[in-house]
């Protein structure tokens, strides 16, 4: 199909896409070997390292939360295609350090077999690299295996928690223990009214019908077994809270951390009034709702629709989530 899009030739996409980023946040992040987006000015050597890779086209993921705060360096693949293992493993050999470095992968079968060459080649190199994989959909069922669950928008303020940990001199282990009790009340389920498209060829990726949307669909336009007819903002946030709170298992007298983030074609309005209908319907249970995201995050060309995320935040959490960060795209004074 015909496209409308500011762009050159659909060849060169990620490498201007990159460059534009370097360009915009120079004092931020720059670009080395091509395709790794690393922090302008590097963390102390004796703190553990974060790395995390992925497609293009998902933009300001993940390499715009590269800075202060959060990861060391992205490594960026074609669009919505996964970088090859050898290149991660670049990555994981330019940050090498006795304190570690840690590996965050999102559960998708070209980033798991990226990170498994990667991981692969760094043991045979020595390199002490851990691996945290992000499998927080809930859209296979809150008693799904972990393994069928893909990697979506909670990716983003686990990278927060991680980074902060690693920024203060944790160790290896603490961070990872860290990381994994953040994720395990941590949950993300998608709504989408219309399908991305491919921005190199204008090809759509799935299929909803003018009155459907669906809940659950993947980043990709993959399904989720969710198509229904067009609910409100109100209703559909009602269907989403109350699988995400099941899946978190919070509870009236918790704290948490609400997200709506835009899957590239819907409205800030929009999702300012989703945001206000999730964030009442939690008042309501008696969860105490701490400061939120309303942007995007993680995205995919044209979809429109948007990921709610919802984490349970303990007292360290918190702290994690408000100490200071400066990247491209996530800013706090701390």
């Keep these: 199909m015909a496209m409308k899009k500011f762009m050159n030739d659909p060849a060169n996409l990620t490498a201007e896409m990159l460059e534009g980023m370097a360009l915009a946040y ?12 690393v922090r302008a000015q590097p963390k102390a050597e004796d703190k553990v390292a974060l790395i995390c890779f992925g497609g293009t086209g998902h933009e300001p993921a993940m390499h715009g939360f590269v800075g202060e705060g959060m990861a060391d360096a992205a490594v960026a693949g074609d669009v919505f295609a996964a970088p090859g293992g050898p290149k991660v493993f670049e990555a994981l050999e330019m940050f090498n350090r006795p304190a570690g470095v840690i590996l965050l992968t999102l559960n998708h079968n070209g980033d798991r077999m990226a990170a498994r060459k990667a991981l692969r080649m ?13 499998a927080e959909d809930i859209a296979p069922g809150i008693d799904a295996d972990p393994e069928d669950r893909r990697g979506l928008g909670g990716s983003i303020p686990l990278m927060k928690v991680i980074g902060a940990a690693c920024e203060e001199g944790k160790s290896i282990d603490e961070v990872l223990e860290i990381g994994n009790n953040f994720h395990a009340g941590l949950a993300t389920l998608s709504v989408a009214l219309k399908v991305a498209t491919h921005p190199q060829n204008g090809a759509e990726i799935g299929a909803l019908a003018d009155d459907e949307m669906e809940i659950g669909m993947g980043q990709h336009g993959e399904g989720g077994g969710g198509v229904m007819k067009v609910q409100t903002a109100d209703e559909t946030a009602k269907i989403m809270v109350e699988r995400l709170v099941a899946a978190t298992k919070l509870q009236s007298g918790d704290k948490a951390l609400l997200i709506i983030n835009g899957s590239g074609a819907t409205t800030t309005m929009e999702m300012l009034i989703c945001y206000r209908a999730a964030a009442k319907i939690l008042a309501d249970m008696g969860i105490t709702v701490v400061d939120g995201i309303v942007d995007e995050l993680l995205t995919v060309q044209e979809m429109a629709g948007f990921q709610m995320t919802l984490a349970k935040v303990c007292p360290t959490c918190e702290a994690y989530l408000k100490a200071r960060a400066n990247t491209p795209y996530w800013t706090c004074v701390g």
């Design 26 to 37: 120079s004092n931020k992040v720059k670009i080395v070997n091509e395709r790794i987006v």
């Design 122 to 134: 760094a043991e045979k190199a020595g390199l002490n690299v851990k691996e945290i994989v992000v």
